[in-house]
C-alpha cells in the first residue's frame, strides 16, 4: 500500500471514528439536577431538619440512580455544600444544552400541619399558595450581590413582578406537565409515607430561565414533624430519590426511547391499592391505524399553520387539548420516515421536538407504536 491509500486509509478511519462519537453523543439524554440553596442560604429550617442539606442528599441519590444508565448524561448545578445564584442554575442546564431540568426543594410552613409533595411547573397562577411557594424560592435573589441589576428590578415580596414573570419558553410546558405529573404519580405510590399533592403552576425565577422542559419538586413539608423526619431519613431520602429518577427514566422512554437503560433502575413500587383509569370517550372519524407525528412546541397561543410561523416547516398540524395548542410536524406509519421528520425539525430550531405515536387515534408510546 503506497503512502497515499495509507493518508485515505486513516482518514476514512478518523471519518468513521468522528461519525460514531457525533451518533453516541446524540443519543446521550442530558438531565440536569439542581440541588435548592445551599452556603448561607439554607432555605427551611425547622428542629435541626436544614432544607439545604436535604435537597443536596436528595439529588445526589437520584444522580447515583441516573448515572448506571450508560445513555444518560448527569450535570449537577451543585454537588457541595455552595451557593449558586438562580440565574447561574439555569444557565449551566442551558449551557450543557440539557434535556430536562429538574430542581429539588423541600416545602415549610407556619401551619406545621400542612403535608404533602407538589412538584412545579414554571406558568401564572392566581392561587395565592402558589404564589407564596414561588416568592419564598424567588427571595434567595436577595442574598445575591446586585441582585436588582441582574433580574432587571424584578422584587420578589412584589405580586406585580410576580406576575410579571411571562411564561417565555411556552413549548416546553406540555412537556414540563407530563415530567411533573409523572413525579407526583411515583410519589403516590410510595403510599403512606408521602402524600401526594399534585402539580401545580407558579413563577419560579430559577425555572424562568432554563430554556428546556423543567419543573421546580417540593419533596415534602420539614415544618412537619412527621414528614419532616422521613425527609430527614436515609430511607426517606432514598425512596424519594428513587421515585423522582424513575419518573425521569419513565420520560426518557416515552418522548426519547429506551436505549442504554440499566437494570438497576428499578421502578418504584406501587404499595396504594389499584385505581380504575379514567377512559376518555373517543371521538368520531380518528384515523385507524399506528402514526408518528413530531410535535414542535406546546403553546396557550394560537397561531396560524403557515410555514413563515414555524421556521419554513409545511405540513404542520395543531390541535387543541387542555387549554394548550399542540402543533405538529407531518405525520407517517414509517417509523424511518418519522425519524428524518424529527431530525428536519431540530435542524431548523425546534430543540425541544419529539415524536409522538398514536394507534386509531388514542396516543400510545413510541415503543407501542414500534412493537
Do not use: W
Not at 8 to 32: D, G, R
Not at 56 to 85: C, W
Not at 94 to 108: D, E, L, Q, Y
Amino acid at each position: 500500500m503506497n503512502r497515499l491509500n495509507k493518508i485515505k486509509v486513516i482518514f476514512t478511519f478518523f471519518l468513521l471514528i468522528m461519525a460514531f462519537c457525533a451518533h453516541s453523543q446524540s443519543n446521550v439524554f442530558k438531565v440536569t439536577l439542581d440541588a435548592g440553596h445551599g452556603d448561607h442560604d439554607f432555605g427551611a429550617v425547622y428542629s435541626g431538619r436544614i432544607e439545604k442539606n436535604i435537597a443536596l442528599a436528595i439529588v445526589l441519590k437520584v444522580g447515583k440512580i441516573l448515572e448506571l444508565n450508560p445513555n444518560v448524561n448527569v450535570i449537577y448545578t451543585r454537588k457541595t455544600d455552595v451557593f449558586i445564584d438562580l440565574v447561574e442554575r439555569a444557565n449551566i442546564a442551558n449551557r450543557a444544552n440539557s434535556n430536562i431540568f429538574v430542581s429539588i426543594h423541600c416545602n415549610a410552613n407556619k401551619n406545621t400541619a400542612a403535608d404533602g409533595t407538589e412538584t412545579y411547573v414554571m406558568g401564572l397562577s392566581k392561587v395565592a399558595s402558589n404564589l407564596e411557594a414561588a416568592k419564598k424560592e424567588n427571595s434567595v435573589i436577595t442574598l445575591e450581590k446586585d441582585y436588582k441589576r441582574k433580574y432587571e428590578g424584578f422584587d420578589p415580596n412584589s405580586p406585580e413582578s410576580m406576575i410579571g414573570m411571562t411564561l417565555m419558553q411556552e413549548e416546553y410546558l406540555d412537556n414540563s406537565i407530563s415530567l411533573a405529573s409523572k413525579i407526583e404519580d411515583n410519589f403516590e405510590k410510595l403510599g403512606k409515607k408521602l402524600r401526594q399533592g399534585g402539580v401545580k403552576q407558579a413563577p419560579f425565577m430559577v425555572l424562568h430561565k432554563a430554556y428546556m422542559p423543567r419543573v421546580l419538586v417540593e419533596t415534602g413539608f420539614i415544618s412537619n414533624p412527621t414528614e419532616g423526619n422521613i425527609l430527614n431519613s436515609e430511607e426517606g431520602q432514598d425512596d424519594i430519590a428513587r421515585a423522582i429518577a424513575e419518573a425521569i427514566l419513565s420520560y426518557k422512554r416515552e418522548y426519547f426511547g429506551s436505549g442504554g437503560e440499566a437494570n438497576e433502575a428499578k421502578p418504584v413500587k406501587d404499595t396504594t391499592p389499584s385505581k380504575p383509569k379514567t377512559v376518555v370517550a373517543a371521538t368520531p372519524a380518528k384515523p385507524k391505524g399506528t402514526f408518528f407525528k413530531v410535535q414542535l412546541i406546546a403553546s396557550i397561543k394560537k397561531t396560524p399553520l403557515e410555514p413563515k410561523n414555524f421556521k419554513g416547516l409545511k405540513n404542520v398540524s395543531m390541535i387543541y387539548e387542555n387549554n394548550i395548542y399542540k402543533y405538529f410536524y407531518e405525520e407517517t406509519s414509517d417509523y424511518e420516515k418519522a425519524q428524518k421528520f424529527l431530525q428536519e425539525a431540530k435542524n431548523k430550531g425546534y430543540g425541544a421536538a419529539f415524536l409522538t405515536a398514536t394507534r386509531d387515534g388514542e396516543k400510545i408510546s413510541i415503543q407501542d407504536a414500534i412493537k
